[in-house]
């Protein structure tokens, strides 16, 4: 069953700039969705369409088989969880807690088993007579997804929610939020400029640029194969390696070098190899890939990113610490499969 | 530790020296002075003067016109706040939704506040004038023949019209720019939370905007009670006769027309008081309640 449709969605603002340019996405029942992309992408500005905070100007949105294009965000049977939290401050734990659920009239007895019931999930339990200002950011993090919870509601939406935390607790709560929902098995959307959190989180990936979506497809899909160079840059840390280089005869041509072409290309491309899948060998060691003039190395512990450039363009390879450090003149390894080639216009995977 | 930065020990007191001169001259002395002149039966012309006591405090609480004085400012008070207040808070809501064209609409909002209390008198007379006074054409419209200046109640209550129109510029400005910290995302929060605009209204937004409208209050007390005195005096032209007067300017009238500077002066003791404890009620009863972010 799906749970959200948004079909053509189009957001103009009244100055006249298109924030978001006809989009679809579907969300199915319990899959947890992430939208990443760049600031200014849209992304929020499409989260926000779905949760009634934006107009849509055209295309549609529907949620459990209703439209609700002019529904209230209060009618809309939405849960949203803010990059700030958004908390009452004047109001204690429990009462932020409690707020939704009282307006929709809710009895006081339910309300309490409910606010009780996401506390001890959230192990908030002891905080619920606290005013947010007394709480850590942590804290004020699971009050607002405490908040969403007890709204039991059809779709979860996350605006960036880990963006104030520090690193160690980004980590911690990125976990706990996709146990979570998978615990709840309530269908969400994540909204989030970070590619880790999106690799991690998601179910399938929205890749938005420019208003406009770039590739959807489930993490494996969207690294293992790229629609463009916007998404083979943005995915993936260190970003995918693309060079300039020709085609012709079956063969990629890079400076001097020459490999077989895994696709039918002709003119100039754009050559895509992700770090971790261009292998490095000293010397002649048997390789016949492209030269490569290493000029900087750094250790990250488990693998090492080898700096240096391809033909004269800057090219990052990754490897184990366990290998060799290579010398200033090493030559790459490789494989047809691990290639990626991209329109040298428009970007688009060939 | 903190060393202090001074070469010479008396070098920090001459700095403070005209701050306390000033506060010693204009507030010390002539408060001292008030208590101790409230205790004598003053002779107006600078010759003697006759230890009574506290007869000029019995005096001044016993008569007639003192209770009637005391009674319309103290309506005068709750009238005047409340609705400047209610009215700018109105105001800030509105042009707080106001999207486009909200500079204009702020500035001509504001514009009042620039109006000396003797002009906003000055403009009130003419408003309220019994020949062209458009407020009285207005009123008499629904049949009610207005005579400020001639009826106790209809100069009162163009006083506190004229009072609280200048005094609202002041509280919207306050209003608005509490209004405007209030988080975007705390509203966001709450119009999904809860579907009635005025149910967030009177739940989120108004109680957030407490400490304002609690600093606002006492501003505004203290605004009607004194320094609505020359829009009193300018309204009634000097001449009160059967028209309201607020405290404030009843001591004047009794100390320089009346020349009783002793009973003027136990008039004033006793606002002193009046404004201590009322200082002291609302910071201990009041601030308890309200929610500082």
Redesign the interface.
Known sequence: MTTLEIKQAVKRYPNGALAVKGVDVTVEDGELVVFVGPSGCGKSTLLRMV???ESVTEGEIVLDGRLVNEV?????N???V?????????MSVYKNLA??LK?RGTPKAEIDAKVREAAKLLQIGDFLERKP?QLSGGQRQRVAMG?AIVRDPAIFLFDEPLSNLDAKLRNQMRLEIKRLQRRLGTAAIYVTHDQVEAMTLADRIVVLNNGEIEQIGTPAQVYGAPASTFVASFIGAPPMNLLKAQTGDGAIVIGESRIEAPVRANGPVTLGIRPERAHLANGSGGADGPPMKVDTVEELGAVRLIHGSVGGQHFTANQSADEPIPGDQVRLRLQADDLHLFDHGTGRRL | MHKAQFQSPLYPYLLLLPQMAIVAIFFLWPSAEAVRSSFFLQDPFFGNETFVGIDNYTDAVTRSDYGRAAWFTFLFTVVVTFFSLGIALLLAVAADNVLRGQGPYKTLLMWVYAIAPPVAGLIGIMLFDQHIGPIVDFFALFGWDMRVGVDYWDSGIAMMIVATWKQIPVNFIFFLSGLQSIPKGVREAASIDNPSASGRFWTIIFPLLAPTSFFLMIINITYAFFETFGIVDVMLKGEPGNNPVTLVYKVFLDGFRGNDLGGSSAQSVILMVFVLALTIVQFRLIERRVHYT
Do not use: D
Request: no cysteine; glycine share 8%.
């Open positions: 949760a009634g905070l209230e965000p209060a009618n809309r939405i849960a949203m803010f990059q700030n939290y958004a908390l009452y401050p004047h707020y939704g307006n200002s908040r």
